[in-house]
DNA sequence: TAAAAAAAAATAGTATTACTATCTTAAATT
DNA sequence: AATTTAAGATAGTAATACTATTTTTTTTTA
């Protein structure tokens, strides 16, 4: 049996919905090709379009901008880590293992689940390390804000704050703290692979000891008081 | 007595000295006024040019690109932070003590220092907490690397990094935990203004509650064994 | 000091990007 | 079958990010 988990998308994030016409999914999928493969500096709709089959303005029927674009791609995959989260944390009873899975579900490569073949999702993920903070770091922050455009994003940490209080219910700064383990668990990786001399991971280059050391700053972090 | 620290920069992050000329301080001064006001995306060198009293190509003679000219400011505000954090720890014995200093500096709104009437180092901090990660952020990060841009940065990591170190010599992961305090200090502070319930700090917004998470995430986490 | 060389500055231009407006064709509705 | 409505293609524009060329100024040196 094959199932199928429906993200629904903030509606001001498109002009049309993209997941509704061929044309739309396939802007979706060579999207996160080319952002992955040229960053998001050089990536244009012009090229969207010729590799997707159309004109700059049959991307500019879905997407308002590239800025728009970005904001709907990150905004899926938080959506879609969310799922996850819950999926794989459902009947788990003890904090301390649902956190633990948590952050190895944040900081791992994601395999590509199928269940959607417009979105790559384990270059998504690379996405999101790499170009992931630009969707806010903008003078429009607020009003996307206001738009509701980061809920996802914002959804994603009340999880893992609410995680972290049933942890340890005194703990002052459950919130600051999962934005800090969902920020680290990206950028330690993007500095492991590109800037190695800012980690302590240089030689061995794994997840894994990304995951050791966010495991080891949430819990002897946590563990007095 | 007024005494005037010079920052050595990287050369092949200029075409021309801008510390060399009337011309190129304005560029410097202008420059972090604008992407301050307008954000580093809309910022161009057409504005930049109409500022300073010049042409585009005037602008060009200076500097290969916006990026480049993001590098240098970056480059600048690492450095100098570095000494100013070099200068306070000094004398200062006890690692906590000089530790809980470093993650004040971090975290601290500056004070114009008017040692250098062309860069206001009050806004240039902004500028690092808001637009800070788009120097690294991008495709170009390993050549950026290779020359030798991000060494204030990494040698400012590495201070604090030798800090956490002689607080806690067995300590596993004092680079990774380095790198983190740094982009905490900045992201915690963006996330406060910009995106509130990612923090604990909505209500208040005030540095001294970033400063207080990050004491507790550095010496709580680092407490036991 | 005048001519030559070098450097700095201004002018003009181009390719690309980001976007708009219009026109054509196809699909859906009445 | 006529009429909306929507989708898609074509053509165009303003701004951006540069480059190339020419002019002016400064410096060097004969």
């Known amino acids: 049996m094959k199932m199928q988990v429906h993200i629904q998308m903030n509606e001001g994030l498109f002009l049309r919905n993209p997941e509704g016409s061929e044309l739309g999914k396939k802007i979706l999928k060579y999207g996160v090709l080319l952002i992955h493969k ?4 050089a990536f244009t709709f012009k090229k969207l379009a010729e590799e997707s089959g159309t004109t700059e303005a049959g991307i500019y029927r ?54 959607t073949n417009y979105i790559n999702e ?19 922050v607020g009003e996307d804000n206001k738009q509701e455009f980061f809920k996802p994003y914002k959804d994603l940490c009340a999880t893992i ?4 209080s ?21 950028f330690q990786i993007f500095f492991m692979n590109n800037l190695p001399s800012l980690t302590d991971f240089g030689k061995s280059r794994q997840e894994e000891d990304v995951i050791s050391f966010l495991n080891d700053l949430v819990f002897s972090g946590l563990k007095k008081g």
Chains 1, 2 share one sequence.
């Open 38 to 41: 040229n960053g998001f500096e």
């Open 62 to 115: 879905y997407f308002e901008n590239k800025h728009k674009l970005l904001l709907y791609l990150t905004s899926w995959y938080w959506a879609w880590l969310e799922f996850q989260i819950r999926f794989h944390t459902n009947n788990i009873e003890k904090p301390t293992v649902k956190l633990k899975k948590v952050i190895k579900l944040l900081a791992s490569t994601v395999a590509d689940d199928e269940q």
């Open 122 to 140: 384990s270059l998504l993920h690379q996405i999101i390390i790499s170009e992931g903070s630009k969707a806010y770091l903008t003078k429009q």
């Open 161 to 164: 704050g609410s995680i972290i």
């Open 166 to 186: 049933e942890y340890r219910p005194k703990y002052k700064y459950p919130k600051s703290l999962a934005s800090t383990i969902v920020e680290m668990a990206h």
